[in-house]
């Protein structure tokens, strides 16, 4: 069983090249931007970094097969919900590179929460995940010495997040829908396990990038998270 308070690995689904492209303009779409060359991609991958939830590294192959449920779009996220593990037993290991906070956002261009739990600070570095060139992910941190870290990832919007059912809650923050979900795959018993502790707050203001806040229950609330969501501008 993988380390809790590493980068660990939820199910997503990929959209394909021609989204990739046309993410990529749209995030390019201002002048100071267009003038960069040789920018990596921000895509969405069939596996990406969801921070806490008890997955460990899974096989991406298996994704889609199991994908036979409904789905939903919550919060401008869109949501499969299905009763049948999602992966199968070979596991594929994704790497990661890093890049600055301050370089990150500059890139893509997102806000960040205002307000954290006491003892919380903001990391500077950004861990991405990159296949085959292209940017699948971004998680920002912050962390706590005494505590497991709080991760905020950062994606295009055309993911799919797999879940049990009778997992995801709407909520309102603000005037913005966000998603409330709780728990995980379990990879050892294959199957969703509210126990696992994993709370998420998932979002999207514009259909175009997706943010993911999560963190554990034993450490911080939702009450914190929620917090956290009521502060970004």
């Not at 069939?46 to 199991?66: D, Y």
Request: proline share 5%; net charge negative; glycine share 6%.
């Amino acid at each position: 069983m993988p380390n809790q308070d590493d980068f660990l690995y939820s199910l997503r689904e990929n959209p394909g090249k021609e989204f990739t492209r046309s993410l990529y303009e749209h995030l390019l779409n201002n002048d100071e931007l267009q003038r960069r060359k040789n920018r990596n991609i921000l895509a969405i991958t069939s596996v990406i970094a969801a921070s806490l939830l008890m997955l460990g590294a899974i096989s991406i192959p298996g994704v889609r097969a199991a994908v036979l449920s409904s789905l939903e779009k919550i919060a401008g996220v869109q949501f499969v919900t299905t009763t049948e593990y999602p992966g199968d037993d070979s596991v594929t290991t994704i790497p990661s590179t890093t890049m600055t906070l301050d370089y990150a956002q500059d890139e893509f261009g997102f806000s960040l929460p205002e307000w954290t739990p006491e003892g919380y600070l903001l990391d500077n570095t950004v861990r991405v995940i990159e296949i085959d060139g292209l940017i699948q992910s971004l998680t920002i941190t912050w962390r706590n010495p005494s505590k497991t870290a709080i991760h905020l990832e950062v994606v295009p919007n055309e993911s799919r997040i797999i879940v049990g059912p009778e997992v995801v809650q709407n909520i309102e923050l603000n005037g913005r829908n966000v998603a409330l979900w709780r728990g995980g795959w379990n990879y050892d018993e294959k199957k969703w396990d509210d126990a696992i502790g994993s709370i998420t707050l998932s979002w999207s203001d514009d259909g175009i990038t997706a943010f993911h806040l999560s963190g554990m229950d034993d450490v911080v609330s939702a009450g914190d998270l929620i917090k956290m969501v009521e502060s970004i501008p």
